[in-house]
């Protein structure tokens, strides 16, 4: 790959990457794509790779299986001749013309354009039984528009861990299909928004368990139960419920982009222009979660993966740097 110059490099392998890569490949732009190294973190694919059951894609009126839908689109993207490799990209250097790009197996390579698709990783308690029913499919979530309305759910007593405005919308959210949401916080007082607190704290649905941190999330196969500290006075308890929520918040993953393009307070990839994914960088396009913080949702990733791509041909059509080379396609291919 050393000096090898290429015109769409897509770094992810979620919704957004392999969107991006099919739209690259029908416009004949040959796009390489970066999937990936697995770690205990991630895993080519993305989150969907640990979600046993898709009820919100479009086109599967049964669900899918979270694995068969990001094989699916990764054949996909191969059928019309995408090459994909299994490695992280760990070093973007905007500064020279095509960009030169750093793989943590020591790839050096150039691209005329980037499009960033690595996606956000959920924020975990970090118990190992928690980890261990996440993968499993029991019972423990990070996304309550994903999961909430699944028959495994459904009338249960469900916890949702978090205090600000995003634990409010999931718990709010579930009271449609549970008995009862007990949301835990470790304080006396949550940090969302006074609307958003004032709706959960006034629906009946929804109880509270104040100045609480989960300490182990109990069952074998599925979630039976959660054991809770006082973070007052120490005391353990635990309360029976039947499905965990994760609403603590999400982690980009842009460290590797830090000095490269604008990311804002967080760390998530900002595009200047609204509904436009292109970065603070001329060239460098941000697709999916990395550069969507309120949505989440693999629909919404796919259509920012179908927009970078049409941006990226694009750019690449209307450029008049001498690098951009005259042996690109001048006609969009729908």
Known sequence: MDGQIENVVIVGSG????????????ARLDPLVYEGAPSREMIPGGQLMFTTEVENYPGFPEGVDGQTLMMGMRAQAERFDTRIITDDIVEVDPTERPFRLRSAGGDTLRARTVIIATGARANWLGLHNEERLAQSGGGVSACAVCDGALPAFRDQVLAVVG???SAMEEATYLTKFARQVVIIHRRDAFRASPIMAERALNDPKIRVEW????????????VTGLR???????????????????AIGHTPNTAFLKGVVELDETGYILTPEPWRTATSVEGIFAAGDVMDSYYRQAVTAAGTGCMAALEAERYLAHAVEADVGSDLPTEPVA
């Open 15 to 26: 919704p957004a990457a392999w969107t991006a890569a099919v739209y690259a490949a029908r």
């Open 211 to 222: 100045n609480s941190v989960v300490t182990e999330v109990l069952g074998d196969d599925f």
């Open 228 to 246: 809770l500290r006082d973070t007052v006075t120490g005391e353990e308890r635990e309360i029976e419920v039947g499905g965990l929520f994760l």
């Open 163 to 165: 205090g600000g405005d």
